[in-house]
Structures are given as structure tokens and as C-alpha cells.
């Protein structure tokens, strides 16, 4: 079968680009899904949101008159979606969903790790650091209290980093999916356990389903890129593009308001709070896709 991902057949990406690009998304209101009640979806609501991540990759739902802080609403929401296998880590609270807010003063180990602080995180995959058997397929975040000022997250989709990067240099992703092009030295992980140096692609696709996945971080600290001219000017390239790509949406979620993704590339800004404004987001990582299909979906109880 043909692949719009293979490098010898200009053809076929092309004819994807093209669709690609004439359909994302221009505005991050486009993405935008009211449901009625995401814990459980009508089977136009799941049409609706199978056509935003067709186009890509990434939903955004907002069901503002449900109480927000509700946990059951991102992890029912993933559930009817495919979302099933989720990774835990042991900071993640005991359903899986991981509580990201600032620690505070005596945050003890969450306090040691960015997303659990005030500042801002570069464009980065979540889970790029996993080896490829514990890939990070699908990410799910859900705002339960937003911020007082800041902490919007930017958003592209990974495959319009793909296009970009390759329309600049097909050679810049041939050296982007070697697997010794970005490795993470060994060291001690959000999880608390002592990692092996790992080694991977940033672009990968799956030899089985053919869908395109990335692992990227923008960060310099602890991380190496191969010492090779191309893969380096593949890194720079790929940096200009998530500076300055058109296409980046920026949402801010609202309370009751959530992001359903295949692991795009995203950013969070730095933000303040206040005691209304304590921002608090449910963060749900998967070895899953999104999976829409609409037929599996019990009758919405009118
Ligand atoms: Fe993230």
C-alpha cells in the first residue's frame, strides 16, 4: 500500500499534503466540540469530534456546565474514544490522570519537575523520552481550574511539522527517523526510576496501521542529537518551524473546556495564580490512539 510517509513516492505525499494543508484548521475555534455530556457521547458528537482530529489530530471539548473538577469526565471521555491503556507514573494520582498544578512550597518531588511549577515548557511529544514498546500514542488534558493570567498551551499538529520539515529538506526527515537521531542520556525520570540511555527516531511510522508518530523535545538539557551535519540542520530546521509555522493554534482552556489529542506537538506558557485562579489541569497519557466509531456508542439518554 502506498504511504504519503515513504520518500520515494513524492506522488502520494503530495496528494496527502495538499488535502492536509487545505483542511487544517486557521483558527483554534475551529477545533472546538460542545458536548452535552462527555461521559456519555451521542453519535454525532463523536462524528464531530472524529472530524476536527481527522483534519488535526486534536479535539477540543467543552462541557462548561458540568462541574469541571469532575475526573470522571476526561477518563469516561477517553474510554468511549480508545483511549483505554493509560500509563501511570508515580506522581499520577491513583485513577491514572496525573493532577498537573504547582506544588508549592513543599511539593517534595513533583516540585522538581517543570510541569508541576509556574513556568513555561517548549514544544516537546509527551512521553518522548519512553522506549517505542511504551509509546505515548494518545494525551488527553482536561482543566479543572484555569489561571489566573497565562498558561495557554500552543498546539500543531505533528503532522504539519512532518510537511514543513520535509518540503524544506526530504533529507532533514530521513535523518529525523534514524534510529540513533536523538538521544536521552541515562539519568533519573519523572517516574523516579533510574533510565538506560535511550536512543530513537523523532519520526516514526507504524509498520502495522502506517499512521505518523513523533517523539521531540525542544529542550537542550539532557538530551543529545547525532553529530551528524544533516541531522543537525534537520534539529535547527525543525526549531524555525515550531518558532514561526503558521499554523500553530494557541488554546486557552476554561474550566469545564479539554484538549483530546494523538500526541501533538504542544507548548505551555509560563502563568500566575491567585487562591480563585489555583491553575489545575488532568492529564491522561496512552499507549492508544483516538479511535471514532460511532456505531459502538450507547444511545445518548435525551
Ligand atoms: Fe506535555
Same mark, same amino acid.
Given at each position: ?37 462527555? !461521559?456519555?457521547?451521542?453519535? &454525532?458528537? $463523536?462524528?464531530? %469530534?472524529?472530524?476536527?482530529? /481527522?483534519?488535526?489530530?486534536? @479535539? ?105 520539515? !520535509?518540503?524544506?529538506?526530504? &533529507?532533514? $526527515?530521513?535523518? %529525523?527517523?534514524?534510529?540513533? /537521531?536523538?538521544?536521552?542520556? @541515562? ?116
Amino acid at each position: 500500500m502506498r504511504s504519503p510517509f515513504d520518500l520515494a513516492d513524492d506522488t502520494a505525499y503530495r496528494a496527502w499534503r495538499d488535502a492536509k494543508l487545505a483542511a487544517y484548521p486557521r483558527s483554534v475555534d475551529e477545533l472546538v466540540v460542545p458536548l452535552a455530556d462527555p !461521559r456519555h457521547l451521542t453519535t &454525532d458528537e $463523536i462524528e464531530d %469530534l472524529g472530524l476536527r482530529c /481527522a483534519r488535526a489530530n486534536m @479535539a477540543i471539548y467543552s462541557a462548561p456546565h458540568l462541574p469541571a473538577g469532575d475526573k470522571s469526565i476526561p477518563k469516561q471521555l477517553g474510554q468511549q474514544l480508545g483511549l483505554t491503556r493509560l500509563e501511570g507514573n508515580y506522581l499520577a494520582d491513583e485513577d491514572g490522570l496525573s493532577s498537573i498544578t504547582p506544588a508549592g512550597e513543599e511539593g517534595g518531588a513533583r516540585g522538581d519537575f517543570i510541569p508541576y511549577t509556574h513556568k513555561p515548557i517548549n514544544w516537546h511529544t509527551d512521553g518522548y523520552y519512553n522506549t517505542l514498546d511504551r509509546r505515548i500514542l494518545g494525551m488527553t488534558l482536561h482543566c479543572a481550574q484555569d489561571a489566573e493570567a497565562g498558561g495557554e498551551n500552543a498546539l500543531l499538529d505533528h503532522e504539519i511539522a512532518y510537511i514543513q520539515l !520535509r518540503d524544506a529538506n526530504p &533529507d532533514y $526527515i530521513a535523518a %529525523l527517523m534514524q534510529p540513533d /537521531a536523538m538521544t536521552i542520556p @541515562a539519568r533519573m525520570d519523572e517516574d523516579n526510576v533510574a533510565r538506560p540511555e535511550q536512543s530513537g527516531p523523532v519520526f516514526a511510522v507504524d509498520p502495522v496501521q502506517g499512521f505518523l508518530y513523533m517523539r521531540y523535545t525542544a529542550r537542550t538539557r539532557s538530551i543529545v542529537w547525532k553529530d551528524d551535519a544533516v541531522t543537525q540542520a534537520a534539529v535547527k530546521a525543525l526549531a524555525d518551524i515550531l518558532a514561526n509555522s503558521e499554523y500553530i493554534l494557541t488554546a486557552r482552556l476554561r474550566p469545564g473546556m479539554g484538549l483530546i489529542c494523538n500526541n501533538v506537538l504542544h507548548t505551555r506558557s509560563g502563568f500566575s495564580d491567585s487562591p480563585e485562579h489555583r491553575r489545575l489541569l488532568y492529564r491522561g497519557r496512552y499507549y492508544d490512539r483516538l479511535r471514532f466509531d460511532s456505531n459502538k456508542a450507547p444511545a445518548h439518554a435525551a
